[in-house]
């Protein structure tokens, strides 16, 4: 099998079989482990860019298997699945190690709009020089945007949030996801500060453009549009 691989570690057969019909349909590669031992042993023996990692397994749990990784000096990004949903299993699995935690039962899109962020960071897209996505550019090391070639006058915060647009561009990205990797909050759900700098970012994404930029997908987050 070659390009990017992801390894899946996840005792439940009916469970493994969706996820893995999934990542077929978006052309992601996937090794499935049916046990904790068995993916331990696959994720010491071959590479992979992305490790989904189920919480409960009969075997050996989620979060042992994640510190046994880290131990052993395996960095790949890891996004955690679990019936676990609570803000405490959550940032517990965050503080672990997970890359990403999302609970179940969860929406298709969101699983691999997640998935494909955490294959972006592996291959190192995120970090490229400059990012481009339709009329937009950010350029990482001289933290400028710009739009149609205009500049846009961001904040040190708006530039960050922006450049997490387009790091992710075209993809629904949640208020907990932007709380986590924009703020480094892994969750205060009291907190307005998202929807503040999203409209303070939305207003000088916008302005002087006849087209909108930031959309509001309610009841999940917000997702960049290509300016054009």
Same mark, same amino acid.
């Given at each position: ?5 992801? /390894? ?11 996820? +893995? ?31 989904? /990692?189920?919480? &409960? ?22 996004? &955690? ?29 969101? /699983?691999? $709009?997640?998935?494909?962020? /955490?294959?972006?960071? $592996? ?5 490229? $020089? ?11 090391? $001289? ?13 040190? +915060? ?7 647009? &387009? ?9 907990? &996801? ?25 207003? +000088? ?24």
């Amino acid at each position: 099998m070659s390009g990017p691989k992801t /390894l899946y570690i996840e005792d439940d057969v009916r469970a493994a079989t969706q996820v +893995k019909e999934l990542a077929a349909q978006a052309g992601i590669p996937l090794v499935w482990a049916e046990s904790g031992q068995e993916g331990l042993k696959l994720a010491g023996f071959e590479h992979f860019d992305v490790i989904i /990692l189920d919480r &409960m397994l009969p075997d050996l749990d989620g979060l042992t298997i994640l510190s046994r990784l880290r131990e052993s000096g395996i960095g790949t990004p890891v996004l &955690m699945l679990s019936a676990l949903g609570r803000t405490s299993d959550r940032a517990e699995g965050l503080d672990a190690g997970a890359d990403d935690y999302l609970a179940k039962p969860f929406e298709a899109p969101e /699983l691999l $709009a997640r998935l494909r962020a /955490l294959h972006r960071r $592996a291959s190192g897209r995120a970090h490229s $020089a400059v990012i481009l996505y339709g009329a937009f550019e950010c350029h990482v090391k $001289a933290r400028t945007a710009f739009r149609n070639n205009c500049h846009l006058a961001l904040s040190p +915060k708006e530039f960050e949030l922006f450049r997490y647009f &387009m790091e992710n561009a075209g993809e629904v990205l949640t208020r907990e &996801m932007l709380l986590r990797d924009v703020w480094k909050m892994n969750f205060d759900p009291q907190t307005n500060v998202v929807d503040v700098n999203i409209g303070r970012l939305r207003r +000088k994404l916008e302005e002087g453009f006849d087209t909108p930029a930031l959309e509001t997908i309610w009841g999940s987050g917000y997702r960049l549009l290509d300016g054009r």
